[in-house]
C-alpha cells in the first residue's frame, strides 16, 4: 500500500469502500454509513486536538449508564455521532456507551437497515493527560421488519457484525476498519480531510514476548488468571522459556492498536473488586468490534474460556473479560483457564 516513501496513487477509504461495493462485499448503505462515520471521527479529532485551547477538557459534571463520571469530550463526541448518523439515512438506530437506552433514528429522517454501536470516546480518562484516546464503532443488520429498532434487537452476536472499526486519535488520526474482508488502516490526511490507505491487510503476529494488563489488579484475580501472569514474570527462568515485556496504556484503542501493528497480548480479566460484573469492558462496543479487528487480521479474542464473537449477549452494556491479541498466546491463556475448569 502507499505510503510516504511510494509513488503509488494514494488510496481514500472512499476508494477502499467503492472497491468493496464493486467486488460485493458491502452495499452502498453500509458504505456510505461507514462514510458518515469518518466523517464524525473528524470532527471529533478536530475537538480531540484542540486540547485545552478548545475550553473541551475536564469533567462534564454528568454521569453516564456505566457510573462513569462523564468528560466534555465525551458527551461532545457522542452528540457528533449522534447527528452526523440521525440525517444520514442508512441507519434504524443506534447504541452508545453513554446512553441507557438505544435510539431508534428520528422519524422525520429515512430509515436504513443497520445498527450502529459504539463508544464514542474510549479511555477518555486519558484525555486531560494528552494521552491517545479513540471512538470505536460496530455495525449490525437490523432485523428484518423491525422499523423501530429497541434494545432487544442490538443483542446479536459478534459474528453477525458487518463492519467494525475504531479510529485513534494520537499523534496522527487513523481509522482501522474491517467489513470482514481484513483489517486496514487508514491515515487522516489533514490537509485534504481524507482518510489514506496506509496498510492493507494489518496481520498480528502468532507469537509475542509483550502483554498488557493493569498489575495493580493481581491480587484481585482468580487463580488461573495470576499463575498465567506469574509465568509471564518468571520470564525463559520459567515454563514460558522466554522474556517477556508489559505495556498498559490503559486506553484500549491505543493498546489494541500496539497490538494490531505487532502483535502482543491484551487482557482486562475477570477480578473480584467488583464480582457482580464479569469485566470492565463492554461486550457490544468494545470487545466485539475489537474481536472483529483482531480475528480478521489473524489474531484470536476469548473471554478466558469463550471466543468472545460467539457469546450471546443478554444485554446492551453488558461486560465481559477480554483476552485478545497473538493467537497463540490468547490460546495459550484461555488453557490456564480451562484446565483450572477441568480441576
Ligand atoms: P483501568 C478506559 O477507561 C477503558 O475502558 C479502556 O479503554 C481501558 O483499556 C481500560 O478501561 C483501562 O482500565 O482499570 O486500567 O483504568
Known amino acids: 500500500?502507499?505510503?510516504?516513501?511510494?509513488?503509488?496513487?494514494?488510496?481514500?477509504?472512499?476508494?477502499?469502500?467503492?472497491?468493496?461495493?464493486?467486488a460485493g462485499r458491502v452495499n452502498a448503505d453500509l458504505r456510505l454509513l461507514i462514510e458518515v462515520v469518518a466523517r464524525a471521527c473528524k470532527t471529533i479529532a478536530v475537538a480531540v486536538g484542540k486540547g485545552a485551547l478548545g475550553g473541551v477538557l475536564g469533567d462534564a459534571g454528568t454521569g453516564n449508564v456505566q457510573g462513569e463520571a462523564q468528560k466534555k469530550l465525551d458527551v461532545i463526541a457522542n452528540d457528533v455521532l449522534l447527528e452526523a448518523n440521525?440525517?444520514?439515512?442508512?441507519?434504524?438506530?443506534?447504541?452508545?456507551?453513554?446512553m441507557e437506552h438505544s435510539q431508534p433514528i428520528p422519524d422525520v429522517y429515512p430509515r436504513g437497515n443497520y445498527l450502529?454501536?459504539?463508544?464514542?470516546?474510549?479511555?477518555?480518562?486519558?484525555?486531560?493527560?494528552?494521552?491517545?484516546?479513540?471512538?470505536?464503532?460496530s455495525v449490525l443488520h437490523c432485523p428484518?421488519?423491525?422499523?423501530?429498532?429497541?434494545?432487544?434487537?442490538?443483542?446479536?452476536?459478534?459474528?453477525?457484525?458487518?463492519?467494525?472499526?475504531?479510529?485513534?486519535?494520537?499523534p496522527s488520526t487513523m481509522m482501522v476498519l474491517t467489513v470482514g474482508n481484513g483489517t486496514h488502516a487508514f491515515t487522516l490526511d489533514r490537509e485534504h480531510g481524507s482518510f489514506i490507505l496506509t496498510q492493507r491487510g494489518m496481520m498480528v503476529p502468532q507469537e509475542t514476548q509483550e502483554f498488557a494488563i493493569n498489575m495493580?489488579?493481581?491480587?484481585?484475580?482468580?487463580?488461573?488468571?495470576?499463575?498465567?501472569?506469574?509465568?509471564?514474570?518468571?520470564?525463559?527462568?520459567?515454563?514460558?522459556g522466554k522474556d517477556f515485556n508489559m505495556r498498559w496504556i490503559a486506553s484500549m484503542v491505543a493498546d489494541v492498536h500496539r497490538i494490531l501493528t505487532r502483535g502482543g497480548i491484551f487482557i482486562y480479566p475477570w477480578d473480584r473488586k467488583d464480582p457482580s460484573k464479569p469485566g470492565k469492558l463492554r461486550l457490544m462496543?468494545?470487545?466485539?468490534?475489537?474481536?472483529?479487528?483482531?480475528?480478521?487480521?489473524?489474531?484470536?479474542?476469548?473471554?478466558?474460556?469463550?471466543?468472545?464473537?460467539?457469546?450471546?449477549?443478554?444485554?446492551?452494556?453488558?461486560?465481559?473479560?477480554v483476552f485478545l491479541g497473538s493467537k497463540k498466546e490468547v490460546e495459550e491463556a484461555t488453557r490456564?483457564?480451562?484446565?483450572?475448569?477441568?480441576g
Open 1 to 22: 500500500s502507499p505510503d510516504s516513501t511510494s509513488n503509488a496513487k494514494p488510496i481514500s477509504l472512499t476508494h477502499y469502500l467503492i472497491d468493496e461495493q464493486r
Open 86 to 98: 440521525a440525517w444520514g439515512g442508512h441507519l434504524a438506530g443506534l447504541a452508545s456507551e453513554e
Open 116 to 137: 450502529l454501536l459504539f463508544d464514542p470516546l474510549d479511555g477518555s480518562s486519558n484525555i486531560d493527560v494528552n494521552v491517545s484516546v479513540g471512538t470505536i464503532f
Open 144 to 170: 428484518d421488519g423491525v422499523n423501530t429498532p429497541e434494545d432487544q434487537h442490538y443483542l446479536q452476536a459478534g459474528t453477525t457484525q458487518v463492519a467494525a472499526g475504531y479510529c485513534i486519535y494520537g
Open 216 to 240: 495493580s489488579n493481581r491480587r484481585h484475580w482468580d487463580a488461573p488468571m495470576q499463575h498465567y501472569v506469574d509465568d509471564l514474570l518468571a520470564g525463559k527462568d520459567g515454563v514460558r
Open 285 to 321: 462496543y468494545e470487545a466485539n468490534p475489537m474481536s472483529f479487528l483482531v480475528e480478521q487480521a489473524g489474531g484470536a479474542a476469548t473471554d478466558g474460556r469463550t471466543r468472545i464473537m460467539d457469546i450471546a449477549p443478554s444485554g446492551l452494556h453488558q461486560r465481559v473479560p
Open 336 to 342: 490456564y483457564h480451562l484446565k483450572h475448569d477441568r
